[in-house]
């Protein structure tokens, strides 16, 4: 069965610092990764999808790397902000019915 | 921009005791999901569906019943709730294979 693993569980950084957020999955038969970000009493939102062709995204001050072979996945978050705080989550699909999520990294960006 | 909307966001039931949670999207996804979020775990999909009149089961689907008559409504009927089924529940809808989107949740809590 498909783990996702996401460490650390909560991070605390200063503000304009970058910083890097893991995910790794044991399963390498992936269709795509995509990470979510998760603010108190939210739903998720959608931040990049990568599918398993590919080895990166990015949007604006965020770049998600996949790396199929190593089971890993990164989140890069250059100069971070106030408004970054949340949680991040990522999850990989399998098939139309097999989605696995972490559980998580917490992020505060402190001003 | 509505996106999902579920009803309701908050509810207490009582054991044994039967509710529907409502979902809604207006984007005209093809795909729309179920899944629950229990503290320290990852999302668990509950049940899928690909189409109107197509829905099939995800990882966790005992206790849980659902029915897509339409492309924009994809219910969530809980038949005899147990405390088991404490959890916050996000509706998501996506076209296939693409970013989905998430409703801001309904937060059950069965006493």
């Known amino acids: 069965k498909q783990e996702v693993t996401q460490i650390p569980a909560a991070l605390s950084v200063p503000e304009g610092e970058n910083l890097v957020l893991n995910c790794s999955f044991t399963?390498?038969?992936?269709?795509?990764l995509q990470w979510f970000r998760q603010d108190p009493g939210k739903g998720l939102t959608s931040l990049l999808l990568?599918?398993?062709?590919?080895r990166e995204q990015t949007s604006g001050r965020l770049n998600a790397s996949l790396d199929k072979s190593s089971g890993r996945s990164t989140l890069y978050i250059a100069a971070s902000q106030p408004g970054d705080s949340a949680t991040y989550l990522c999850?990989?699909?399998?098939?139309?019915?097999?989605?696995?999520f972490g559980t998580g990294t917490s992020l505060t960006v402190i001003p | 921009n509505a996106g999902v909307t579920q009803t309701p966001k908050f509810r207490i039931l009582k054991i044994g005791q039967s509710m529907t949670l409502q979902c809604a999207q207006d984007?005209?996804?093809?795909?729309m999901y179920w899944y629950r979020q229990d503290p320290g775990m990852g999302l668990k999909l509950i049940y899928y569906?690909?189409?109107?009149?197509?829905?099939d089961k995800g990882e966790v689907p005992n206790g849980y019943n659902v029915s897509r008559s339409t492309t924009e409504y994809f219910p969530l009927r809980l038949e005899l709730a147990a405390p088991s089924q404490t959890s916050v529940y996000f509706c998501?809808?996506?076209?296939?294979?693409?970013?989905?989107?998430f409703g801001d949740g309904t937060r059950l809590s069965i006493l």
């Open positions: 990568i599918q398993s062709s590919q």
């Open positions: 399963d390498s038969a992936i269709y795509n």
């Open positions: 999850a990989v699909r399998l098939d139309r019915n097999q989605f696995y």
């Open positions: 998501a809808s996506s076209y296939e294979f693409q970013p989905q989107h």
């Open positions: 569906s690909v189409g109107a009149g197509i829905t």
């Open positions: 984007m005209n996804h093809n795909y």
